[in-house]
Nanobody, 112 residues
Framework: QVQFVESGGGLVQPGGSLRLSCVAS????????MAWYRQAPGKRREFLAR??????TVYGQTEGRFTISRDNAKSMVYLQMNNLKPEDTAIYYC???????WGQGTQVTVSS
């Protein structure tokens, strides 16, 4: 079965950075486009970034602050987040595109 395990979240001050990681299992990782999403309390899940199997990237509204990358040998996808703002506080998830079952995500809290 497909499984995603996200990590790297935490509490960070405004203006800080975090690097999120996600390891995927149960799929031939290198064949899939991968994406990051987030969901803030009371809000719908939001698309952040996508990286194709070939490495092309597409970003949502966080373009310029967030960078998605992948390591096919490790079945991992990453999200480098810079200049974090309080409104970035959310649970962050990775998934394939099209989507499979969701993992538990990793909590990011941006607060002073």
């Amino acid at each position: 079965q497909v499984q995603f395990v996200e990590s790297g979240g935490g509490l960070v001050q405004p203006g800080g950075s975090l690097r999120l990681s996600c390891v995927a299992s149960g799929i031939i990782f290198s064949r899939y486009d991968m994406a990051w999403y987030r969901q803030a309390p009371g809000k719908r899940r939001e698309f952040l970034a996508r990286i194709s199997a070939g490495g092309s990237t597409v970003y949502g509204q966080t373009e310029g602050r967030f960078t998605i990358s992948r390591d096919n040998a490790k079945s991992m996808v990453y999200l480098q987040m810079n200049n974090l703002k309080p409104e970035d506080t959310a649970i962050y998830y990775c998934n394939t595109m099209p989507q499979n079952a969701w993992g538990q995500g990793t909590q990011v809290t941006v607060s002073s």
